[in-house]
């Protein structure tokens, strides 16, 4: 069992990786295992990881891949080229869950996670694979204005919307959700007090690291109770 499951990770690297990509393993069974796509920010897309950000500082994308992996995901990620084009990039994406699905891996067991620009990336993705089952995580990428210039995102699947009531770039994202046409199966949104801005998801923060978490190993219900979703 062991030898097979080290087989089925092979393959899926290779299926993934025709691009450079981190796939961050921690074991197990490759059919059962819960798998999560990290789509990072813009600011992570154009710098080094070690330049700081001048007003958010330290640009924490390793430490926020290690803590998903730390609570026992499969991880899928990689820092983008500087001029990815989202769309393009979504598509990139959408081949790639097809690769996991092909392997015999459940769209349930698949979650795509994305902060500002990766949280725009992974809308696009949820709009081109229109699948009920799999999972989203949008974190601080959702403004008004989208509706008329971005018409063409339309959610499907399970959806966590996370925005901080300080953020000026993510804010609630109930009127995409009403706009879309597709089947949601699931909708619940989180609304954070960090205090820290768009900032808040440069770093691997409690705060939407456990909802984040919670969602891609489908305890769907626990998100429900305000109670337990820990706030500042």
């Not at 770093?203 to 337990?228: C, F, M």
């Given at each position: ?91 990139k ?97 989180i ?19 456990w ?22």
């Amino acid at each position: 069992m062991r030898r097979s499951t080290s087989i089925i990770k092979i393959m899926l690297t290779l299926l993934l990786c025709y691009q450079p990509l981190l796939v961050f393993c921690n074991g197990g069974n490759a059919r059962t295992d819960k798998y999560v796509f990290f789509l990072h920010s813009r600011f992570t897309q154009l710098f080094d990881l070690e330049t700081k950000h001048p007003e958010y500082g330290k640009n924490e994308y390793l430490e926020i891949v290690q803590a998903f992996k730390e609570n026992g995901l499969v991880v899928i990620s990689e820092k983008r080229p500087p001029h990815t084009e989202v769309k393009v990039y979504a598509r990139k994406v959408v081949s790639q869950i097809d690769s996991l699905l092909k392997l015999g891996v459940k769209p349930n067991d698949i979650t795509i996670i994305g902060t500002s620009m990766g949280g725009y990336i992974a809308q696009y993705v949820s709009s081109f694979m229109k699948n009920a089952d799999l999972n989203f995580v949008f974190i601080g990428c959702y403004q008004e204005s989208d509706l008329k210039t971005l018409p063409d995102i339309n959610w499907c699947g399970n959806i966590l919307s996370i925005y901080a009531i300080d953020d000026s770039l993510g804010v609630s994202a109930c009127n995409r959700m009403k706009q879309s046409k597709l089947k949601v199966s699931r909708f619940v949104e989180i609304a954070l007090q960090t205090k820290q801005k768009h900032g808040f998801l440069y770093h691997p923060l409690k705060e939407w690291i456990w909802p984040s978490v919670q969602w891609a190993k489908g305890n769907y219900a626990v998100l429900n109770r305000k109670d337990t979703v820990p706030v500042k």
